[in-house]
């Protein structure tokens, strides 16, 4: 469960995130606030792991929260803005994305999943996350699905999947030409695969990375990808960077 403030001097501004973050079971919102000052003593009393914050605030700017804050109390964060431009000092406070005004939902959600993929390595940086770490090395990943058809169930060995896609609250596996609906989210999914084997390309998307034969980089900063097979999937711009590196490490060559 990740802990979540809302910090925005516009009530209406908070109101929309509040409302989009209740949609989601693993996010828990442990404070909200409408100005810096509140924002700066609160966040060090809650201790929130992911904050959404405003950038232009009167007094105290988010910026100004953030840099404020001390290191081992600053949480990640994700800016709200009404401009595509900001001080790059933005980046060097924990902030892992920004969102622009008005919010679009599929940017929230990406937004959030950055969020999530961060969460686990910024626990490990601590040291009440040793534990963590030590189970993360000793992790069993996923080898077979369970997918069950009326009175049948059928077992999916994982190294057959070339790929998963979101199907509402379900994921779907793809087989060669054949598809099977397993009952379990793509977020829980992704987190029981070895990411040395899978790599989440979109919030909606998880591939074998082996399988990838072709990258192919768009105008907005997406990607479109081919895999063997011809199948085209896009890359959001959220997870091109993370596949870009897992595809170098796998492939042992640059990849620009």
């Known amino acids: 469960m990740m ?5 925005d001097d516009e009530p209406l501004a908070r109101s929309g995130i509040l409302a989009r973050l209740a949609a989601f079971r693993d996010v828990e919102v442990v404070a909200e606030f409408g100005d810096g000052p509140s924002a700066l003593s609160g966040i060090t009393e809650t201790r929130p792991e992911l904050v959404f914050i405003d950038i232009e605030m009167p007094g105290m700017s988010g ?10 109390k600053s949480p990640m964060a994700i800016l709200l803005t ?4 900001f001080a ?3 980046f060097e406070l924990n902030v892992i994305d920004y969102l622009l005004k008005p919010i ?3 940017r929230f959600h990406e937004a959030l999943d950055r969020a999530r993929l961060a969460l686990p390595y910024r626990l490990l940086q601590t040291n009440a996350a040793k534990d963590a770490a030590a189970a993360i090395e000793t992790q069993e990943y996923l080898a077979t699905f369970t997918v069950r058809i009326g009175s049948r169930v059928l077992f999916v ?10 199907d509402g609250d379900y994921a779907t596996l793809h087989v060669g030409t054949k598809q099977y ?3 379990e989210p793509l977020q829980r999914i992704a987190q029981r695969l070895d990411p040395a084997q899978f790599v989440r390309v979109h919030r909606s998307t998880i591939v074998r990375i082996e399988l990838v034969s072709e990258l192919r980089s768009l105008a907005n900063r997406d990607a479109l990808l081919r895999l063997r097979d011809g199948t085209p999937l896009r890359a959001s711009r959220t997870y091109v960077d993370d596949m870009r590196q897992v595809l170098q490490q796998v492939r042992g060559c640059a990849i620009t």
């Not at 802990?3 to 910090?7: C, M, N, S, T």
């Open 3 to 7: 802990r979540i403030a809302v910090i």
């Open 63 to 72: 910026l100004d929260v953030l840099a404020a804050l001390p290191q081992d």
């Open 82 to 85: 009404a401009y595509d431009s």
């Open 88 to 90: 790059l000092r933005a």
């Open 104 to 106: 679009d939902d599929d």
């Open 157 to 166: 060995p994982v190294a057959d999947v070339e790929w998963i896609s979101a």
């Open 181 to 183: 609906v397993v009952r």
